[in-house]
């Protein structure tokens, strides 16, 4: 049990002696060690480190690397793209959990959210953070920041706790004069539903699908209003990173930009594929990050908060889980973990540790459907009833067809340098088992540590109806042509999403009450 220390299968070992040297050196300590350290602007990184940065944190709500920065095609994305190349640029950044309120519960504390019970998503019953664990905004603002939510976008927070987050301010010019800041903010957009770029809009035809979609008309022109809507998103971060600069505020600003969860598609969101957890994560600090850096480290939102913690010298109640990207002993971590349980009244839980090569996931629930009944999903996703329609016509492929079958291996291990997008389950491969069962055991410690409460009888028996397929093939087919219009919307059309539709024709009946 995690008993006033990390994990232990986080591998972090630090001295004693390099504690009391980091309490006497502040952030300098921390400077020099940073592997992407712009060593040509250290005597004014010396002589300033009394004082602490300014942090401008931007989150992308359901958004994962489909950034042209990370080599996305069709998609135009020049404000983010210019971050990026005034920065470091991580290629393996993952959150914690494949969905908002759980991963946002984690970065808000620096706490996996299954050792904080915050791990079900919406939660009803919240309940006050454990063993004495404050909110990361807290901190600072007993620190001395100015802490502030929102900065004129928007001010979601999504916390599946009760304890107050410390935010004191609405717009860093809120503060105090010399008055360091922390600012989050979150550009949602990118959330569903999405608006058409007039300016620019995506010919669907150019845009790539993943291997597990079916490459169908209907589904390239969703993926291409995502895009879409990615590119108007651009312009409001480069409004924002523009009144930064406006405001003096650039060169002692350290700007970090992620996606909360993956994207906002079937088996992103809500799943532990890459593509659900998988997250751009991009950091600019001038003087001190060298520019054009991509770095390969295994890192996760997590490290964000212990970054922040240090830099802003606090020290918090209770150790953080995390690792702070600026120390060189992060290259040496050989996993992230991450975790998915309720979504919304959608019962089912999983576990997935992954390292820089291979990605193991233990299914909890392997009795119920990848794709079993989940209101929101249902509503928003054009291409989820697409999938529907073509499994019950037979039309997909074994590789498109594997997730919308009536259950799930307990297991699944991927080698993502040979199978980037998951698409072969190796798990009985002879020649991994040794890769298979350090793994396993790597989780199962992990779970331990995090005291993961893993499924409860009740739990099964909650929720929503499990019953598969959620409905009739010509149900689905009415769906997908109500949604038709929608999707092939032209730019500036007004056309809403077919919800009602939808609701009129089997949600209110699939609804029971939860066992909690």
Known sequence: MLKGRLPSVLKIQV?????????????????????????????ETKASTSSRPNILWIMLEDWGTDLSCYGTQAVHTPHIDQLASEGVRYTRAFTTAP????????????????????????????????????????????????TALGCGLSKKTDQNFTNK?????????????????????????????????????IDEKIVELPPYYPDTPMIRRDWANGLEQLQLADKTIGKIL????????????????????????????????????????????????????????????????????????????????????FETAIKERPYIFAARDKMDDTHDAMRA???????????????RAYCQYNEYKEKRYPTLAVLNAMHQEGTLSPVQSRFMAAQK?????????????????LINEASLQKTADAMRQALQTWQEDMRDEGVTNAFREGGWSADYPTRSLQAWKEIVEKFRPYVFRKPGEKIRPPDDFISQTGLPNRKHESKK
Request: glycine share 6%.
């Open 15 to 43: 001295l004693n002696e390099s504690e009391a040297m980091y309490r006497k050196l502040g952030i300098l300590a921390v400077l020099i060690i940073c592997p992407f350290l712009d060593h040509t602007t250290h005597a």
């Open 99 to 146: 969905v908002c309120s759980t991963s946002r519960s984690a970065m808000l504390t620096g706490h996996y959210q299954n050792y904080t019970h915050t791990n079900q998503h919406r939660t009803e019953k919240k309940r006050p953070l454990p063993y004495g664990i404050e909110p990361l905004p807290l901190l600072l603002s007993e620190a001395g920041y100015c």
């Open 165 to 201: 987050l410390g935010f004191t301010a609405t717009n860093w010019s809120e503060r105090k004069s010399g008055q360091p800041f922390f600012a989050q903010v979150t550009e949602a957009t990118t959330h569903r539903t999405w608006k058409r770029d007039e300016e620019n809009p």
């Open 242 to 325: 523009q009144k930064l600069q406006d405001d003096g505020l650039r060169d002692n600003t350290l700007v970090i930009l992620i996606g909360d969860n993956g994207r906002c598609m079937p088996r992103g969101k809500q799943f532990l594929y890459d593509g659900g957890i998988s997250i751009p994560l991009l950091m600019r600090w001038p003087g001190h990050i060298k520019p054009e850096t991509v770095c390969d480290d295994l890192v996760n939102t997590l490290d964000i908060c212990k970054t922040i913690v240090d830099l802003a010298g606090v020290q918090p109640p209770h150790p953080l889980h995390g690792m702070n990207l």
């Open 353 to 367: 540790v992954r390292s820089k090569r291979y990605k193991y996931i233990r299914n909890l629930m392997p009795e």
């Open 409 to 425: 291996p307990a297991e699944e291990l991927y080698d993502l340098k040979t199978d980037p997008w998951e698409t072969k389950n």
